[in-house]
């Protein structure tokens, strides 16, 4: 049966349908949502789109905005145990995901999970960039094509996941950009990735070159006065840009605790199981290979140093994953 007969199978019939991202969402969860409820319309089927925590970044509100994408924090409704959940981008019981009244039915990833027994939909295809690629095959499936404001928001939710095609990238994103690149507003989804900072956010980057630790190939730096998780992960993604830094691990306080965003260029080194083992005991985190995320709920458990002397012994192999 193809995957989106299945899921259509799956939520048909039912009440109240809520397409939930993993919270404070970025382009790609957004743009997801946005093209699955785009084509869950055309069964005639109503949905919503939702998510918990903030909009962080301007080009995400830019996208959201100038593509019209309707989507609401969860407090914008009133939930209750009949409705039906679909997570996008996320999996059931992450840490990253608000636990919200209703069931969740159907969970569509890009990230390494399990497929949940109690969920009757499971599509999770961790070799792909963007959760985005996984949508739009749903639309190949059917042989659709997206209208425009779907198209550019699949095309801008792959570029910015896969970091421009430099990271987890199967073939598969790559075909499904060449498929969108005749439909999408091209110029408008190279506007977002050109200006995905604000001056701004200058401080951060001052404070980041002033205040980075090394050791090796090894890079750390705090942000004790806090640092928004999308900008975290810019600049993460500009310190592993360097030459001669492999493993960078960076993190902020935050109203949720100890925020952490990891990459990494080491082949035997996966940052996701880096940052479980960086974070065991006080923490948790998941993600990639060379990107992932974690978080310290209680940010006394936070010891900066501790975290600087672990993160070298990983790199160093002092400490086995």
């Given at each position: 049966?193809?995957k989106?007969k299945k899921l259509?199978?799956?939520l048909?019939?039912?009440?109240?349908?809520?397409?939930q991202t993993?919270?404070?969402?970025?382009h790609?969860?957004?743009?997801?949502?946005?093209?699955?409820?785009?084509?869950l319309?055309?069964?005639k089927?109503?949905s919503?789109?939702?998510?918990h925590?903030?909009?962080?970044?301007d080009?995400?509100q830019?996208?959201?905005?100038t593509?019209?994408?309707?989507?609401?924090?969860?407090?914008?409704?009133?939930l209750?145990d009949?409705?039906?959940i679909?997570?996008?981008d996320?999996n059931k019981?992450?840490?990253?995901v608000?636990?919200?009244k209703?069931?969740?039915?159907?969970?569509?990833?890009?990230?390494p999970?399990?497929?949940?027994?109690d969920v009757g939909?499971c599509?999770?295809?961790s070799?792909?960039?963007?959760?985005?690629?996984?949508?739009?095959?749903y639309?190949a499936?059917?042989m659709?094509e997206?209208?425009?404001e779907?198209?550019t928001?699949l095309?801008?939710?792959?570029?910015f996941?896969t970091h421009?095609?430099?990271?987890?990238?199967?073939p598969?994103?790559?075909?499904?950009?060449?498929?969108?690149?005749h439909v999408s507003d091209?110029?408008f989804?190279?506007l977002l990735?050109?200006?995905?900072?604000?001056?701004?956010?200058f401080?951060?980057?001052?404070?980041?070159?002033?205040r980075?630790?090394?050791?090796?190939?090894?890079?750390?730096?705090?942000?004790?006065?806090g640092c928004n998780?999308?900008?975290?992960?810019?600049l993460?993604?500009?310190i592993?840009?360097?030459e001669?830094?492999?493993?960078?691990?960076?993190?902020a306080?935050?109203?949720?605790?100890?925020?952490?965003?990891v990459?990494?260029?080491?082949?035997?080194i996966?940052?996701n199981t880096?940052v479980?083992?960086?974070?065991?005991?006080?923490?948790?985190?998941?993600?990639?290979?060379?990107?992932?995320?974690g978080?310290?709920?209680?940010?006394k458990?936070?010891?900066?140093?501790?975290?600087?002397r672990t993160?070298?012994a990983?790199v160093t192999?002092k400490?086995r994953l």
């Open positions: 049966m193809q989106i259509i199978k799956t048909k019939g039912r009440k109240r349908i809520f397409i993993h919270n404070y969402p970025d790609d969860a957004v743009a997801s949502a946005f093209a699955l409820h785009y084509l319309k055309s069964f089927i109503d919503n789109i939702i998510f925590g903030d909009i962080l970044r080009s995400l830019k996208m959201i905005d593509l019209r994408i309707p989507i609401q924090p969860h407090y914008k409704y009133e209750n009949d409705d039906s679909v997570i996008v996320a019981k992450n840490k990253n608000a636990e919200l209703g069931e969740v039915v159907a969970v569509i990833d890009h990230h999970g399990v497929e949940h027994e939909f599509d999770i295809r070799d792909y960039g963007a959760c985005a690629s996984i949508i739009f095959s639309f499936e059917l659709l997206p209208g425009r779907v198209a928001a095309h801008a939710g792959i570029v996941d421009q095609f430099t990271r987890n990238v199967n598969l994103d790559i075909e499904t950009v060449a498929m969108l690149y091209i110029k989804v190279n990735v050109r200006n995905s900072i604000k001056l701004d956010d401080r951060q980057y001052r404070y980041l070159l002033d980075i630790m090394i050791n090796g190939v090894f890079a750390y730096c705090h942000f004790p006065d998780k999308d900008l975290l992960a810019i993460a993604d500009y592993i840009s360097a001669e830094i492999k493993f960078v691990v960076l993190s306080q935050s109203s949720e605790g100890i925020s952490f965003c990459r990494s260029e080491m082949n035997t996966p940052a880096a479980q083992k960086l974070l065991s005991g006080i923490g948790s985190g998941g993600g990639h290979v060379d990107m992932a995320g978080r310290i709920p209680n940010a458990d936070f010891d900066q140093e501790n975290i600087f993160g070298v990983i192999g400490i």
